[in-house]
T-cell receptor, first 111, second 115 residues
Framework: RKEVEQDPGPFNVPEGATVAFNCTYS??????FFWYRQDCRKEPKLLMS???SGNEDGRFTAQLNRASQYISLLIRDSKLSDSATYLCVVTISGSARQLTFGSGTQLTVLP | ETGVTQSPTHLIKTRGQQVTLRCSSQ?????VSWYQQALGQGPQFIFQYYREEENGRGNFPPRFSGLQFPNYSSELNVNALELDDSALYLC??????????????FGEGSRLTVL
């Protein structure tokens, strides 16, 4: 079983749609949680951290459920520029910034 | 841009050969991590260097080795290349110590093809 599992995708949605990505992690010692974004043939970049209380950054909302070991990302009012692969990421306490990535979910926003 | 530079950007090797990939970290960052990203997969942690010492290693065989230099730049060496080593190799820099913010600054990667 993979340590971090994501929706297989790909997701193809029209502009303006709301899309949700799900992610589960297997290690209950996981301490920190993030969503990274990776554009085609580019490097991953931090999109947002995920906090236990849930957090929002503009059109993006992240949720964490530690009991279910589940993380989500909601994108509202999708833009063409949101097209990318979204990577769910966890770290384990004491891992010195060793990030464990999911395989990613590809999103294409269509005009 | 992240300020992390990697070289070469692309290279082709044959099975059994050795390769050295290079990374210059973002100014002021003393920690460098290396990740391997196979096609269609997320990056996988290889190892991390902090102040010239290895500071964490993922599930990779000993033929994957590295160095960090006093200026915090780094090298990844892979010996006895196998076909499955074909991947994008990403270098990421961060500032060691303090709170783990989870933000790594990645370079654009070195794409290795092993034939």
């Amino acid at each position: 079983r993979k340590e971090v599992e994501q929706d297989p995708g790909p997701f193809n949605v029209p502009e303006g749609a709301t899309v949700a990505f799900n992610c589960t992690y297997s290690n209950s010692a996981s301490q920190s949680f993030f969503w990274y974004r990776q554009d085609c043939r580019k490097e991953p970049k931090l999109l947002m951290s995920v906090y236990s209380s849930g957090n929002e950054d503009g059109r993006f909302t992240a949720q964490l459920n530690r009991a279910s070991q589940y993380i989500s990302l909601l994108i509202r009012d999708s833009k063409l520029s949101d097209s990318a692969t979204y990577l769910c990421v966890v770290t384990i306490s004491g891992s010195a910034r060793q990030l464990t990535f999911g395989s990613g979910t590809q999103l294409t926003v269509l005009p | 841009e992240t300020g992390v530079t990697q070289s070469p950007t692309h290279l082709i090797k044959t099975r059994g050969q050795q390769v050295t990939l290079r990374c210059s970290s973002q100014s002021g960052h003393n920690t460098v991590s290396w990740y391997q990203q196979a096609l269609g997969q997320g990056p996988q942690f290889i190892f991390q260097y902090y102040r010239e010492e290895e500071n964490g290693r993922g599930n990779f065989p000993p033929r994957f080795s590295g160095l960090q230099f006093p200026n915090y730049s780094s090298e990844l060496n892979v010996n006895a290349l196998e076909l499955d080593d074909s991947a994008l190799y990403l270098c990421a820099s961060s500032l060691g110590g303090g709170k783990n913010t989870g933000e790594l600054f990645f370079g654009e990667g070195s794409r290795l093809t092993v034939l």
